[in-house]
Protein backbone atom coordinates (compact mmCIF):
# COMPACT_ATOMS: atom_id res chain seq x y z
CA UNK A 1 0.00 0.00 0.00
CA UNK A 2 1.07 3.51 -0.80
CA UNK A 3 1.77 5.29 2.54
CA UNK A 4 0.87 8.70 2.50
CA UNK A 5 2.76 10.61 5.54
CA UNK A 6 0.95 13.86 6.90
CA UNK A 7 2.89 16.86 8.91
CA UNK A 8 2.41 17.98 11.03
CA UNK A 9 -0.14 16.01 12.90
CA UNK A 10 -1.60 19.75 14.66
CA UNK A 11 -1.01 22.88 14.50
CA UNK A 12 -2.11 26.20 16.08
CA UNK A 13 -2.69 29.15 14.50
CA UNK A 14 -4.91 32.23 14.52
CA UNK A 15 -7.22 34.05 12.47
CA UNK A 16 -6.00 35.51 9.38
CA UNK A 17 -3.07 33.26 9.51
CA UNK A 18 -1.57 31.60 6.73
CA UNK A 19 -1.04 27.69 7.48
CA UNK A 20 0.30 24.75 5.30
CA UNK A 21 -0.13 21.08 5.32
CA UNK A 22 1.96 18.94 3.67
CA UNK A 23 1.47 14.98 2.53
CA UNK A 24 4.09 12.87 1.23
CA UNK A 25 3.86 9.68 -0.92
CA UNK A 26 5.84 6.86 -0.45
CA UNK A 27 5.99 6.82 -3.88
CA UNK A 28 4.78 9.00 -6.80
CA UNK A 29 1.32 9.77 -7.56
CA UNK A 30 1.29 11.84 -10.10
CA UNK A 31 -1.26 14.06 -8.71
CA UNK A 32 -4.01 11.42 -7.80
CA UNK A 33 -4.30 13.32 -4.24
CA UNK A 34 -7.35 14.35 -2.62
CA UNK A 35 -7.52 16.86 0.27
CA UNK A 36 -10.68 16.72 2.58
CA UNK A 37 -11.05 18.73 5.59
CA UNK A 38 -13.16 17.33 8.77
CA UNK A 39 -15.46 19.47 11.22
CA UNK A 40 -16.12 17.05 14.96
CA UNK A 41 -18.83 15.16 14.64
CA UNK A 42 -18.99 15.39 10.18
CA UNK A 43 -18.15 13.79 7.57
CA UNK A 44 -15.12 14.52 5.38
CA UNK A 45 -15.76 17.19 3.25
CA UNK A 46 -14.30 17.26 -0.36
CA UNK A 47 -11.88 20.22 -1.08
CA UNK A 48 -9.60 19.37 -3.79
CA UNK A 49 -8.85 16.77 -6.63
CA UNK A 50 -5.61 15.63 -8.67
CA UNK A 51 -3.93 17.50 -6.17
CA UNK A 52 -5.32 21.16 -7.22
CA UNK A 53 -8.29 21.41 -8.38
CA UNK A 54 -10.64 22.89 -6.47
CA UNK A 55 -14.21 21.26 -5.21
CA UNK A 56 -16.80 23.35 -6.22
CA UNK A 57 -18.23 25.61 -3.64
CA UNK A 58 -14.41 25.77 -1.58
CA UNK A 59 -13.42 29.24 -0.92
CA UNK A 60 -10.60 30.41 -2.87
CA UNK A 61 -8.62 30.91 0.08
CA UNK A 62 -7.55 27.10 -0.21
CA UNK A 63 -5.02 26.43 -2.34
CA UNK A 64 -3.36 23.37 -3.70
CA UNK A 65 -0.33 22.09 -4.64
CA UNK A 66 2.75 19.61 -5.37
CA UNK A 67 3.51 16.59 -7.62
CA UNK A 68 5.59 13.65 -7.87
CA UNK A 69 5.56 12.64 -3.73
CA UNK A 70 5.11 15.56 -2.25
CA UNK A 71 1.98 17.75 -1.85
CA UNK A 72 0.56 20.64 0.20
CA UNK A 73 -2.63 22.22 1.33
CA UNK A 74 -2.56 25.62 1.99
CA UNK A 75 -5.19 28.11 3.39
CA UNK A 76 -4.90 31.89 3.12
CA UNK A 77 -6.39 33.86 5.69
CA UNK A 78 -7.70 31.57 8.45
CA UNK A 79 -11.25 32.15 9.09
CA UNK A 80 -13.25 30.54 12.25
CA UNK A 81 -14.66 27.87 10.39
CA UNK A 82 -11.48 26.79 9.05
CA UNK A 83 -10.70 25.20 12.16
CA UNK A 84 -10.87 21.42 11.79
CA UNK A 85 -8.93 18.24 10.70
CA UNK A 86 -7.85 18.08 7.40
CA UNK A 87 -6.57 14.78 5.52
CA UNK A 88 -5.05 14.01 1.96
CA UNK A 89 -5.98 10.43 0.12
CA UNK A 90 -3.89 9.14 -2.69
CA UNK A 91 -6.03 7.32 -5.33
CA UNK A 92 -3.00 6.53 -7.65
CA UNK A 93 -3.51 2.64 -6.65
CA UNK A 94 -5.69 0.89 -4.65
CA UNK A 95 -6.10 0.49 -1.48
CA UNK A 96 -7.00 4.54 -2.17
CA UNK A 97 -4.87 5.48 1.52
CA UNK A 98 -5.32 8.66 3.46
CA UNK A 99 -2.82 10.60 5.62
CA UNK A 100 -3.47 10.69 9.43
CA UNK A 101 -5.03 14.20 9.69
CA UNK A 102 -3.65 17.72 10.61
CA UNK A 103 -6.02 19.15 13.16
CA UNK A 104 -5.93 22.66 12.68
CA UNK A 105 -6.88 24.42 16.58
CA UNK A 106 -7.27 27.95 17.12
CA UNK A 107 -4.10 29.63 18.81
CA UNK B 1 -29.39 17.21 -4.29
CA UNK B 2 -27.44 14.19 -3.42
CA UNK B 3 -27.59 12.79 -0.28
CA UNK B 4 -26.62 9.57 1.52
CA UNK B 5 -27.71 8.05 4.86
CA UNK B 6 -26.35 4.89 6.53
CA UNK B 7 -28.11 3.13 8.71
CA UNK B 8 -27.49 -0.17 10.61
CA UNK B 9 -27.26 -1.91 13.83
CA UNK B 10 -25.00 0.14 16.49
CA UNK B 11 -23.55 -2.90 18.04
CA UNK B 12 -22.50 -6.00 16.70
CA UNK B 13 -21.38 -9.39 18.80
CA UNK B 14 -17.34 -10.28 17.70
CA UNK B 15 -17.26 -13.30 15.19
CA UNK B 16 -20.86 -12.20 14.16
CA UNK B 17 -21.70 -10.15 10.66
CA UNK B 18 -22.00 -6.31 10.50
CA UNK B 19 -25.05 -5.68 8.06
CA UNK B 20 -24.67 -1.98 6.76
CA UNK B 21 -26.95 0.28 4.19
CA UNK B 22 -26.68 3.42 2.41
CA UNK B 23 -30.01 4.83 1.02
CA UNK B 24 -29.57 7.42 -1.91
CA UNK B 25 -31.39 10.29 -3.00
CA UNK B 26 -31.26 13.20 -5.58
CA UNK B 27 -29.50 10.50 -7.42
CA UNK B 28 -29.28 6.99 -8.63
CA UNK B 29 -27.42 4.33 -7.74
CA UNK B 30 -27.57 2.71 -11.24
CA UNK B 31 -25.67 5.63 -12.89
CA UNK B 32 -23.19 4.49 -15.30
CA UNK B 33 -20.47 7.32 -13.86
CA UNK B 34 -20.87 6.46 -10.46
CA UNK B 35 -19.06 4.19 -7.76
CA UNK B 36 -20.29 3.79 -4.19
CA UNK B 37 -17.46 3.31 -1.40
CA UNK B 38 -17.35 2.54 1.96
CA UNK B 39 -15.11 4.13 4.00
CA UNK B 40 -14.23 3.60 7.88
CA UNK B 41 -12.96 5.43 10.25
CA UNK B 42 -11.69 4.75 13.91
CA UNK B 43 -9.39 6.27 16.62
CA UNK B 44 -6.73 3.77 15.98
CA UNK B 45 -6.54 3.57 11.96
CA UNK B 46 -7.46 6.96 11.02
CA UNK B 47 -9.50 7.02 7.62
CA UNK B 48 -9.50 3.42 5.95
CA UNK B 49 -11.45 2.77 2.77
CA UNK B 50 -12.94 -0.79 2.34
CA UNK B 51 -14.34 -1.09 -0.99
CA UNK B 52 -16.32 0.41 -3.95
CA UNK B 53 -19.02 -0.96 -5.54
CA UNK B 54 -20.48 0.09 -9.44
CA UNK B 55 -24.50 -1.56 -9.88
CA UNK B 56 -23.07 -3.42 -12.91
CA UNK B 57 -21.94 -6.03 -10.07
CA UNK B 58 -18.22 -4.05 -10.57
CA UNK B 59 -16.30 -4.24 -7.12
CA UNK B 60 -12.93 -3.22 -5.63
CA UNK B 61 -12.38 -4.12 -1.80
CA UNK B 62 -9.32 -3.21 -0.28
CA UNK B 63 -7.09 -6.62 -0.03
CA UNK B 64 -6.67 -6.92 3.75
CA UNK B 65 -10.13 -7.04 3.98
CA UNK B 66 -11.68 -8.85 1.01
CA UNK B 67 -12.25 -12.56 2.07
CA UNK B 68 -14.84 -10.93 4.78
CA UNK B 69 -16.59 -7.89 2.75
CA UNK B 70 -19.43 -8.41 0.77
CA UNK B 71 -21.58 -5.43 -0.75
CA UNK B 72 -24.66 -4.85 -3.54
CA UNK B 73 -26.86 -2.86 -4.31
CA UNK B 74 -30.61 -2.24 -4.82
CA UNK B 75 -32.01 -0.02 -7.43
CA UNK B 76 -35.76 -0.45 -6.41
CA UNK B 77 -34.97 1.20 -2.84
CA UNK B 78 -31.81 3.08 -4.17
CA UNK B 79 -29.90 1.60 -1.38
CA UNK B 80 -26.00 0.13 -1.68
CA UNK B 81 -25.14 -2.37 1.31
CA UNK B 82 -22.20 -3.48 2.85
CA UNK B 83 -21.74 -6.98 4.58
CA UNK B 84 -18.31 -7.75 6.81
CA UNK B 85 -18.24 -10.94 8.40
CA UNK B 86 -16.28 -11.98 11.38
CA UNK B 87 -15.91 -8.99 12.89
CA UNK B 88 -13.64 -8.29 15.78
CA UNK B 89 -12.83 -5.09 18.08
CA UNK B 90 -10.77 -3.94 15.59
CA UNK B 91 -13.91 -3.18 13.37
CA UNK B 92 -15.44 -0.45 15.64
CA UNK B 93 -15.57 2.34 13.61
CA UNK B 94 -17.48 5.12 12.12
CA UNK B 95 -18.80 3.83 8.82
CA UNK B 96 -19.56 6.17 5.88
CA UNK B 97 -20.51 5.65 2.80
CA UNK B 98 -19.58 8.09 -0.36
CA UNK B 99 -19.77 8.80 -3.59
CA UNK B 100 -16.71 7.68 -5.65
CA UNK B 101 -15.07 10.00 -9.08
CA UNK B 102 -12.41 8.48 -10.71
CA UNK B 103 -11.88 4.86 -11.62
CA UNK B 104 -10.74 2.48 -10.48
CA UNK B 105 -8.77 3.99 -7.80
CA UNK B 106 -11.03 7.23 -7.17
CA UNK B 107 -11.85 10.22 -4.67
CA UNK B 108 -15.18 10.88 -2.41
CA UNK B 109 -17.05 13.96 -3.23
CA UNK B 110 -20.18 13.67 -1.45
CA UNK B 111 -20.48 11.75 1.95
CA UNK B 112 -23.32 10.39 4.09
CA UNK B 113 -23.19 11.26 8.02
CA UNK B 114 -21.67 8.44 9.01
CA UNK B 115 -22.84 5.61 11.63
CA UNK B 116 -21.20 4.04 14.69
CA UNK B 117 -20.48 0.29 15.03
CA UNK B 118 -19.37 -0.88 17.86
CA UNK B 119 -18.29 -4.34 18.41
CA UNK B 120 -18.71 -6.11 21.61
CA UNK B 121 -20.00 -8.63 23.43
Known amino acids: DIQMTQSPSSLSASVGDRVSITCRAS??????VAWYQQRPGKAPRLLFF???RLESGVPSRFSGSGSGTDYTLTISGLQPEDFATYYC?????????FGLGTKVEIK | QLQLQESGPGLVKPSETLSLSCTVS??????????WGWIRQSPGKGLEWIGS???????YTRPSLKSRVTMSGDTSRNQISLKLTSVTAADTAVYYC?????????????WGRGTLVSVSS
Open chain 1, 89 to 97: QQYYTIPQT
Open chain 2, 26 to 35: GASISSNNDY
Open chain 2, 53 to 59: FHYSGST
Open chain 2, 98 to 110: ARQRNLPGGYFDL
Open chain 1, 27 to 32: QDIGKS
Open chain 1, 50 to 52: AAS
